[in-house]
């Protein structure tokens, strides 16, 4: 198992955010949510790694909307 690299090794110099448990669980089930973090400037077609809060897990790949909303595009489960 040494030999692996991390999940996310591909993606590192993609902007990243983490956020929340709560927030968390609604993007691990496809969800939309709003980002208050006005730091992250990206545009609308750069994906952005996304992390939750708590653990730092990655938990996927997301987009923002003109809205500064939080888009999944891929989620990924890394929980055993």
Do not use: T
């Not at 692996?4 to 590192?12: A, G, I, N």
């Not at 669980?25 to 994906?47: A, I």
Request: hydrophobic share 40%; glycine share 4%; net charge neutral.
């Amino acid at each position: 198992l040494s030999a692996l690299l991390p999940v996310d090794s591909m993606v590192l110099h993609w902007p990243v955010i983490s956020i929340d448990d709560e927030r968390a669980s609604k993007f691990l089930h496809g969800n939309p949510n709003d980002v208050s973090d006005k730091s992250l400037k990206v545009s609308s077609d750069q994906p952005i790694r996304v992390y939750r809060q708590s653990d730092q897990l990655f938990i996927g790949i997301a987009q923002l909307d003109g809205q500064n909303r939080l888009i999944p595009k891929r989620v990924i489960r890394c929980e055993f």
